[in-house]
């Protein structure tokens, strides 16, 4: 049945033309930015698309760094499918399976699950996503016990170019539901996700001061020894922060002070960078300096127990991630991670002394527990093996563009270091919206991921690598991307998710944001 072209004028936003990242980096302006509200208005979107020969882009919080969003042709938002709608509680208890519309955000799923006694066990740094956008790049937080945010998924629904709703699953067409499970919004609308909640827990957290030195020394056992750890580098102080948590039943605390929690700190704060970006590039690592002391103090607290709280989870797993931002995070083996991040240190040292670069702070340090079993395992062996120690998984299936290293399996404990992911995640800040040199220091932290095995958080400003010269990476900043590494890095997986895509969308009309995809070898 033919659509005339105002049946999906009507579904066009009224209030917003242009479509931006959170981070102020990329812009576009699509020929209608559209937010329906129905599965029928989506599929005459899709026939729409058809017949008039556009493209399709979906967005959901806008949250990813690089321009992957960006598009002239048509926008889709799914903000308007942001309902709960069922919650299946498993007889043992120990989860309920929510089934929710995809254009909901974390933080409104997160309050919807609180009213009933539930949580996620597993979130990045913000809840701004939306659910779909979530998966749809691979998020993950930091913990040695739990994998990408998507391990919580438990079906996927996709509205397809066909225009039918396809439900994937690890039992039903396992093949699309790993493809769907970080899909880079380029397989089809997904609508409707079950995602596996637990029972709302407090986060029992200690954070300690530890030199760097110190921290590649217990490199071996801290990122093990609790459930969540994180680590922040202040590489010019020498300093980390350690942040260790449990979940808990204990009561919340006091929240702890934080310097650039307040309006002023915050400002100044974001003055110094800005003075360090645009007047005197030189007193970056003082400014570091400074604050880290304001924020934290200075002295060694590690094993002193170091500054203790209990929040509730989501405050706990999330963490205030300051200014708009340049991000570069790459995932590779957490055994090389000593190596590596005196590579790192080295380079930064390096450009400081010369006054090539600056960096700033903190450069994150995070771990996932991305090895998957090679046969079904359920949720419930799962919990058995690990002694009611490690993650309540939706699946323990590995997306097909999961761009964790392939580490050996061991989902639940025993767990070391050989089975974890690394995250080395470069953030520079644009102080009152001025860009910092980001160049050559990306270029040179690429150089030494791609030498351990890295691969590019796929939502983030990764350069890339160019194709003439293929062990170094251009030092311009701009996104080259994965296009002539693309078979060799993501090999049957990646041909396997083109291969399904094709199938699916055979006239590309899932190619909008076009020009990033053909940089990073999806078309
Ligand atoms: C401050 C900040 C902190 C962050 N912290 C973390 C972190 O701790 N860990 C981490 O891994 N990442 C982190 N990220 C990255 C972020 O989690 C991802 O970029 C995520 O994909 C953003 O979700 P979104 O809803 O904004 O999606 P968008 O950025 O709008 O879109 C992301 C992708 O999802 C696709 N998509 C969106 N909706 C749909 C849909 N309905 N159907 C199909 N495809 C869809 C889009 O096409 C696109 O490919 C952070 C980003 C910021 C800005
Ligand atoms: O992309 C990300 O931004 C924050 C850092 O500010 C974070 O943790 C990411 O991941």
């Known amino acids: 049945m033919a659509v005339s072209i105002q049946d999906v004028r009507v579904l066009a936003s009224t209030t917003r033309s242009t479509h931006h990242t959170w981070a102020l980096t990329f812009f576009c302006r699509p020929e209608l930015y559209l937010q329906p509200s129905s599965i029928e208005q989506l599929q ?46 498993h007889e043992s208890g120990l989860f309920t399976d929510v089934r929710v ?7 409104q799923l997160n309050a919807a699950l609180a009213s009933r006694g539930l949580a996620l066990q597993n979130l990045g740094s913000i809840s701004d996503q939306s659910v779909a956008g979530i998966i749809s790049t691979g998020t993950h937080g ?16 996709v509205l397809l170019a066909s225009g039918e709703l396809l439900t994937v699953s690890p039992t039903v067409q396992p093949d699309l539901f790993r493809a769907a499970m970080l899909s880079l919004g380029k397989l089809g609308i997904i609508t409707h996700v079950t995602i596996r909640a637990i029972p709302s827990f407090t986060l029992h957290s200690f954070q300690e001061i530890i030199d760097f030195d110190k921290l590649l020394e217990d ?17 010019y102080s020498r300093k980390c922060i350690l942040w260790r948590a449990e ?42 300096r400074f604050v880290f ?36 995070e790459w995932a590779l083996p957490l055994n090389h991670g000593v190596e590596v991040l005196k590579l790192v240190d080295q380079a930064v040292t390096k450009a400081a002394e010369s006054g090539a670069y600056y960096v700033h702070a903190p450069i994150e340090v995070r771990c996932s527990n991305c090895s998957y079993p090679d046969k079904e395992t359920t949720a419930i062996e799962i919990i058995e093996m690990s002694g009611g120690k490690g993650a309540i998984p939706g699946n323990t299936l590995r997306p097909l563009l999961d761009y964790s290293p392939v580490v050996p399996y061991s989902y639940t404990g ?30 040179e932290f690429e150089d030494i991921m791609v030498a351990y095995g890295g691969k590019p958080h796929w939502a983030k400003n990764f350069i890339g690598k160019s194709p003439e010269k293929t062990n170094t990476v251009p030092t311009s900043g701009e996104m080259v991307g994965l296009a002539s590494v693309f078979e060799n890095w993501y090999s049957e997986d990646g041909k396997k998710y083109k291969a399904i895509r094709e199938k699916l969308d055979p006239e590309g009309l899932f190619f909008g944001g076009k020009e990033w995809a053909i940089r990073n070898g999806i078309i």
């Open 44 to 89: 005459t979107i899709v026939r729409a698309a058809h017949q008039f020969k556009k493209t399709i882009t979906i967005t959901g919080a806008g949250h990813s760094p690089s321009d992957i969003t960006m598009t002239k042709d048509w926008l889709i938002n799914l903000d308007n499918f942001d309902n709960v709608l069922s919650f299946s509680r």
């Open 101 to 107: 519309e995809a254009g909901i955000r974390i933080y």
């Open 142 to 157: 930091s913990s040695a016990y739990h994998g990408l945010v998507s391990q919580q998924l438990v079906d996927i629904t």
């Open 219 to 235: 490199w071996s056992t801290v990122w093990t020894s609790k459930e969540y750890v994180r680590v922040w580098w202040f590489p």
């Open 247 to 288: 979940k808990s039943r204990k009561s919340l605390s006091v929240p702890r002070d934080s310097f650039y929690g307040t309006w002023l700190g915050r400002k100044l704060y974001e003055t110094l960078l800005w003075f360090a970006t645009r007047i005197y590039k030189h007193a970056m690592p003082a400014v570091e």
């Open 293 to 328: 002391r304001r924020q934290y103090g200075w002295e060694s607290t590690y094993g002193l127990g170091g500054s203790e709280a209990v929040q509730n989870s989501v405050d706990g797993l999330n963490m205030d991630c300051l200014f708009r931002q340049f991000v570069n």
């Open 414 to 443: 025993p767990i070391s270091n050989e089975n974890l992911t690394l995250y080395l995640n470069a953030t520079m800040y644009r102080p009152f919206g001025h860009d910092p040199p980001i160049g050559q220091w990306y270029s």
